[in-house]
């Protein structure tokens, strides 16, 4: 494939625009992918991760979200909802979060991928955790709190302190988790109750509850454009679609502005 995505891609084509658009060497960088809009890749997704491996170099740390939304209190559900006397049973029988065995179903191939490979490393959160290969991979994941699950104790701050690059493969700003850690930065974000199934000491399980931060991505996609005209945002083609990349510092930063000026919060 040659740079503008015509033809098929491969792990060199698509490292090579990989480097194009900005990717740095020796960073941290997490991405969220769409595969299919990158069009035929030889390879498939192990054909991306060795390309985003070979862009960021030996010294590079990767990090994909590798969420699992199904282990949520079933009353919250709505794509589909279940019946109100289903909700005791799925409680009581979702099994505990394993981070070394739990799949993330609905994170893509790319965050499959990444999290099924050797040396990599995830975080221990029921609901929204992260999976990383890399130098920087324990410091990632690790002290991943239960009721701060996209705040200061969760991967994402983490990655604030490192001063990473955010990648979109194939997707828009709404998949951008890191526009979340500007919602727990934000003053006076709704809260709610949320539960999940987790792993005990000695190898059982449990469901807990805790009350956070509701996470709302509805607004997300017009956060997204206002920081692109900011010029924050450098974008490119990554096969036969687009490569949207940015430092999360500048992402996060913007974001908790804008969300002051056109959010009301419950303190408003």
Same mark, same amino acid.
């Given at each position: 494939?040659?740079?503008?995505?015509?033809?098929?891609?491969?792990?060199?084509?698509?490292?090579?625009?990989?480097?194009?658009?900005? #990717?740095?060497?020796?960073?941290?960088?997490? #991405?969220?992918?769409?595969?299919?809009?990158?069009?035929?890749?030889?390879?498939?997704?192990?054909?991306?991760?060795?390309?985003?491996?070979?862009?960021?170099?030996?010294?590079?740390?990767?990090?994909?979200?590798?969420?699992?939304?199904?282990?949520?209190?079933?009353?919250?559900?709505?794509?589909?909802?279940?019946?109100? %006397?289903?909700?005791?049973?799925?409680?009581?029988?979702?099994?505990?979060? %394993?981070?070394?065995?739990?799949?993330?179903?609905?994170?893509?191939?790319?965050?499959?991928?990444?999290?099924?490979?050797?040396?990599? &490393?995830?975080?221990?959160?029921?609901?929204?955790?992260?999976?990383?290969?890399?130098?920087? $991979?324990?410091?990632?994941?690790?002290?991943?709190?239960?009721?701060?699950?996209?705040?200061?104790?969760?991967? &994402?701050?983490?990655?604030?302190?490192?001063?990473?690059?955010?990648?979109?493969?194939?997707?828009?700003?709404?998949?951008?988790?890191?526009?979340?850690?500007?919602?727990?930065?934000?003053?006076?974000?709704?809260?709610?109750?949320?539960?999940?199934?987790?792993?005990?000491?000695?190898?059982?399980?449990?469901?807990?509850?805790?009350?956070?931060?509701?996470? %709302?991505?509805? %607004?997300?996609? $017009? &956060?997204?454009?206002?920081?692109?005209?900011?010029?924050?945002?450098?974008?490119?083609?990554?096969?036969?679609?687009?490569?949207?990349?940015?430092?999360?510092?500048? $992402?996060?930063?913007?974001?908790?502005?804008?969300?002051?000026?056109?959010?009301?919060?419950?303190?408003?």
């Amino acid at each position: 494939m040659t740079t503008d995505g015509s033809g098929p891609g491969s792990r060199r084509s698509i490292a090579a625009q990989l480097r194009l658009l900005g #990717v740095r060497p020796g960073a941290t960088l997490l #991405v969220h992918a769409g595969l299919r809009p990158l069009g035929f890749i030889s390879g498939g997704p192990h054909a991306v991760v060795l390309a985003l491996r070979d862009a960021l170099g030996p010294d590079g740390t990767i990090v994909v979200p590798t969420h699992t939304p199904e282990n949520s209190d079933p009353a919250q559900w709505r794509n589909p909802p279940v019946p109100a %006397d289903w909700w005791p049973l799925i409680r009581s029988e979702m099994p505990g979060f %394993d981070p070394a065995i739990t799949p993330s179903r609905f994170m893509g191939a790319l965050a499959e991928t990444v999290r099924g490979w050797p040396g990599a &490393l995830r975080s221990s959160h029921p609901q929204v955790s992260f999976a990383a290969l890399g130098p920087a $991979a324990e410091q990632v994941v690790t002290g991943h709190a239960l009721a701060d699950m996209l705040g200061e104790q969760s991967p &994402l701050a983490r990655l604030y302190d490192l001063d990473a690059d955010v990648l979109l493969l194939g997707v828009g700003h709404s998949a951008s988790t890191s526009l979340h850690l500007a919602e727990y930065r934000s003053p006076g974000s709704p809260r709610e109750r949320v539960g999940a199934a987790v792993r005990t000491a000695d190898g059982g399980r449990e469901w807990v509850w805790w009350q956070d931060v509701r996470l %709302d991505a509805g %607004d997300f996609d $017009a &956060l997204g454009a206002a920081l692109e005209a900011t010029g924050e945002v450098r974008t490119g083609p990554v096969g036969a679609g687009t490569g949207r990349l940015m430092r999360q510092r500048a $992402a996060v930063d913007f974001a908790v502005h804008w969300l002051a000026r056109n959010r009301t919060t419950e303190d408003a």
